[in-house]
């Protein structure tokens, strides 16, 4: 039986494929429909891409790169857009989470902090445990 992969090598190893495959030519940005909320519509289409494929290779990133992955909300449109059909939702999930310091980097990206969340899960949770397990995990 073969040992798991850590998370963030798993992270690195894929963000290394799909940055390796992907040839920036800024189809995924212009089929994406946040550009214009982003600030980004002046920008050229292979610049934001290039961005992108700049934080899955943990480099330094654009100020448009930056924003196109903080602002992207996961519509998918990116990926029927692809000429390469490669997951451009995902390389934009992982360049977040990589922006984000989930590798242990600084973050580069606002992590969005909300002190009530917590607390909103243990109520949830309390709903559906038993109170054999509350009393285990809460």
Known sequence: MSRPVPLASSIQAESARLAAACT???ACVEACPMPDFAGLAP??????AAGMRAALRGEPVSPEGLAW????TR???????????LDVALMLRLAGMRLKGA???PPRLPVPGDAGWAARVKAFARMTLTEEEQTRWL
């Open 24 to 26: 920036a030519c800024g």
């Open 75 to 85: 519509s998918g449109q990116c990926n029927a857009a692809c000429p390469e059909a």
């Open 43 to 48: 920008a050229a289409p292979t610049a934001v």
């Open 69 to 72: 992955v903080g602002a992207c």
């Open 103 to 105: 590798l242990g980097e």
